[in-house]
């Protein structure tokens, strides 16, 4: 059976326009850049890469509980579900596996098909096998750097958007060729964590 990724994935229908000549990004940004930590990206991580998740592997209880995880997640920054039925959950192979879909819809009517995309894949190895890792084979391969720490990421990232007042997609049309990629280049690229210990 091939290893399948799975993947949490959240859409911003937004547009950001920013004006030319742009470091004016990270004043505007302050306010919801200050919400990601340090800490709030290792409580995630250390949920994520826990013993009890065993190891996140696709279409296992231990994967399964990370998706409950992430969904409350996703919920908590009130982002709209984008998955099967009214939730955030997109089964596939027959149930097996499940992505996670999310939405911070825009408001502009011209501008609300243009996305800005957020992903990580949330699946780990679980115990670990010869097809999957490079051993030790039959223990617990927690995966904090593969990938918890990217879905940390990328649900900081998330919380951060839905914190810009006004809200990216109300900040009126284009004014400079800009759009929507530089809500998450600012995000991403303006605060570095020091690495402890």
Known sequence: MSRWTVSIV???FV??????GVPACADEFNGAMSSISGPDLLAHIEVLADDELEGRESGTRGGRAAA??????????????????????????????????????????????????????Y???????????RGPWGRIHNGA???ASGVSGVLEVAEAV??????PSERGRDQGGITGRICASCLMGAKKFPREG
């Open 145 to 147: 750097d593969d990938n």
């Open 10 to 12: 959240v859409a911003f």
């Open 15 to 20: 547009a950001v326009p920013v004006p030319a």
């Open 68 to 121: 409950d995880y992430l969904s409350k997640a996703l919920a908590e920054r009130a982002l709209r579900p984008a998955g099967d039925g009214d939730s955030y959950m997109q089964a596939f192979e027959r149930g097996a596996y499940r992505n996670l879909l999310a939405v911070l819809p825009g408001t502009d009517a011209e501008l609300k098909h243009q996305y800005v995309l957020l992903g990580a894949h």
């Open 162 to 167: 839905t914190l810009l007042d006004p809200p």
């Open 123 to 133: 699946d780990h190895v679980g115990y670990g096998t010869r097809r999957n890792s």
